[in-house]
């Protein structure tokens, strides 16, 4: 059974930073690429930033140069640092193994002064 379990999330002030991890069990982590989304109240759910295989990664513009994705095979874990958040970068944050329906159930970051 595939589980992603998101964590790192909560309340920071403007210009502060946080760092999720998205843990994963049930595959064989190494051969997937993995994406992180998010989805802030009212709005549909985006693509934040995606990390292949290899480690390659991209980045929605709006995070371009303050979001930074890794991952740890050996851990099977995906992160996502995130400095200088603003409030616009409140939402609900999601992992997904890239092209399936493995979803974790997402953790909320809320930036807030």
């Known amino acids: 059974q595939v589980q992603l379990v998101e964590s790192g999330g909560g309340l920071v002030q403007p210009g502060g930073s946080l760092r999720l991890s998205c843990a994963a069990s049930?595959?064989?982590?190494?051969?997937?690429?993995m994406d992180w989304y998010r989805q802030a109240p009212g709005k549909q759910r985006e693509l934040v930033a995606a990390?292949?295989?290899?480690?390659?990664?991209n980045y929605a513009d709006s995070v371009k140069g303050r979001f930074t994705a890794s991952r740890d095979n050996a851990k099977s874990t995906v992160y996502l640092q995130m400095n200088s958040l603003k409030p616009e970068d409140t939402a609900v944050y999601y992992c997904?193994?890239?092209?399936?329906?493995?979803w974790g159930k997402g953790t909320l970051v809320t930036v807030s002064s």
């Open positions: 997904n193994v890239r092209a399936t329906t493995y």
């Open positions: 049930g595959i064989i982590f190494s051969i997937f690429a």
């Open positions: 990390i292949s295989r290899d480690g390659s990664t």
